[in-house]
């Protein structure tokens, strides 16, 4: 079945550092890739997404590239702020086109941005 | 817009009683979705509602599980005889459209069974 891997937490950097949280993916077919947001005391909101190979999802200073050579969706930003803590999740849909039933997502990752 | 409203934030019970948590989306949104998400692991799905149809269960969902969305609006998930494997954070998230839009989440409901 389809399923994500994400690199483990927790990720701790200081501010204005790089950086990457690597995601990769088992799935049929051509799924759609998300990645997910969880900020302190808040629901999850969706940062980026992508939906066929090759697509750069951006958000917030936040990218993501669908590389369907190395099932691999991971998650960059060039310069973090403290205000980018939070736990971050990477998933995918096997619908076409982004649709989001039955995301399929990965364990999270634990960001802290010290300044 | 003001969100995906779950209620209650908490809840603790014994083991073998009942529970029932209830979900209100997002006011235009068509679409409900369950998801459980339990420490250290990302949300899992659960079920999902198109208006007040139930249009998938994961087998995840025992029958000890049922959710219903009888008008289409709110939903309710409810546990019967609740397990010590219940303990979990439930989320209920709502999209507008036929799937092809972002899921909205709320904060959850913490499960806490003894």
């Known amino acids: 079945g389809n399923s994500v891997t994400q690199m483990e937490g927790p990720v701790t950097l200081s501010e204005e550092a790089f950086l990457t949280i690597n995601c990769t993916y088992t799935a049929t077919g051509y799924p759609s890739l998300f990645w997910y947001v969880q900020y302190p005391g808040e629901g999850l909101q969706l940062l980026l997404k992508a939906t066929k190979a090759d697509d750069k999802g951006s958000n917030k200073g936040f990218e993501a590239t669908y590389r369907k050579e190395t099932t691999s969706f991971h998650l960059e930003k060039g310069s973090v702020q403290v205000s980018d803590s939070a736990v971050y999740f990477c998933?995918?849909?096997?619908?076409?086109?982004?649709?989001?039933?039955?995301?399929?997502f990965g364990k999270g990752t634990k960001l802290t941005v010290n300044p | 817009d003001t969100g995906v409203s779950q209620d209650p934030r908490h809840k603790i019970t014994k083991r073998g009683q009942n529970v029932t948590f209830r979900c209100d989306p997002i006011s235009e949104h068509n679409r409900l979705y369950w998801y459980r998400q339990t420490l250290g692991q990302g949300p899992e799905f659960l079920t999902y509602f198109q208006n007040e149809a139930q249009l998938e269960k994961s087998r995840l969902l025992s029958d000890r599980f049922s959710a219903e969305r009888p008008k289409g609006s709110f939903s309710t998930l409810e546990i019967q005889r609740t397990e010590q494997g219940d303990s979990a954070m439930y989320l209920c998230?709502?999209?507008?459209?036929?799937?092809?839009?972002?899921?909205?989440f709320g904060n959850g409901t913490r499960l806490t069974v003894t």
């Open positions: 998230a709502s999209s507008y459209g036929a799937g092809n839009s972002p899921l909205h």
């Open positions: 998933a995918l849909s096997d619908l076409p086109q982004g649709g989001s039933e039955k995301l399929v």
